[in-house]
């Protein structure tokens, strides 16, 4: 049964800070994974999805890179923005669904 | 495109009572997925429904949810009769292919 986690569970930084997080799942047969932002009260909105066959893919200051075989993905944030503040999911499929890990919480200090 | 839409965005209820939540999917998209939030569970995948065809409802918690899909356009998911443990945010989901697409979340309080 595919696990997701997401450490750390919680993060306060500076703005202006680069930051790593991070992803780990149990099952490396995945068919793709993504991150997802999501704030207070809100939905879930996609930031990147990388297919099993890629290793990394970019969008602006976001940067997600994968590695099947050790089951790991990390979501790199450059210059981080007050703006960033949100929940950070991560969620790999398998056939069809997605398994959601449990989020960081991102706060980002003016 | 409007997105994903769901309603009501907040429904408080008391127990025993029926609740119906709604979902329109992003016109053209083929699979339609209902989430449920919680603190203590996280996201939890309820239902998949491709092709307006049920796939997968093993995350259905109990006979007291039930979900259908009657065209492509529309979903319900019914909690009947309701308690407070299915308080939680509960999302619905389309895509087409990979990437799934969010509605707003409906916020169940059950009293």
């Known amino acids: 049964k595919q696990e997701v986690t997401q450490i750390p569970a919680a993060l306060s930084v500076p703005e202006g800070e680069n930051l790593v997080l991070n992803c780990s799942f149990t099952?490396?047969?995945?068919?793709?994974l993504q991150w997802f932002r999501q704030d207070p009260g809100k939905g879930l909105t996609s930031l990147l999805l990388?297919?099993?066959?890629?290793r990394e893919q970019t969008s602006g200051r976001l940067n997600a890179s994968l590695d099947k075989s050790s089951g790991r993905s990390t979501l790199y944030i450059a210059a981080s923005q007050p703006g960033d503040s949100a929940t950070y999911l991560c969620?790999?499929?398998?056939?069809?669904?997605?398994?959601f890990g449990t989020g960081t919480r991102l706060k980002v200090l003016a | 495109d409007a997105g994903v839409i769901q309603s009501p965005r907040h429904e408080v209820t008391e127990m025993g009572q029926e609740v119906t939540l709604r979902c329109k999917p992003i016109?053209?998209?083929?699979?339609l997925f209902w989430y449920r939030q919680t603190m203590m569970r996280g996201l939890e995948l309820l239902i998949y429904?491709?092709?307006?065809?049920?796939?997968?409802d093993s995350g259905m918690p109990e006979d007291r949810f039930s979900a259908k899909m009657p065209n492509a356009s529309f979903s319900t998911l019914k909690i009947q009769p309701s308690e407070p443990r299915d308080s939680a945010v509960y999302f619905c989901?389309?895509?087409?292919?990979?990437?799934?697409?969010f509605g707003p979340g409906t916020r169940l309080l059950v009293l």
């Open positions: 989901a389309s895509s087409f292919r990979d990437r799934e697409n």
């Open positions: 099952d490396s047969a995945i068919y793709n």
């Open positions: 990388i297919q099993s066959s890629q």
């Open positions: 969620a790999v499929r398998g056939t069809y669904k997605y398994i």
């Open positions: 016109s053209g998209h083929n699979s």
């Open positions: 429904f491709n092709n307006n065809v049920p796939i997968d």
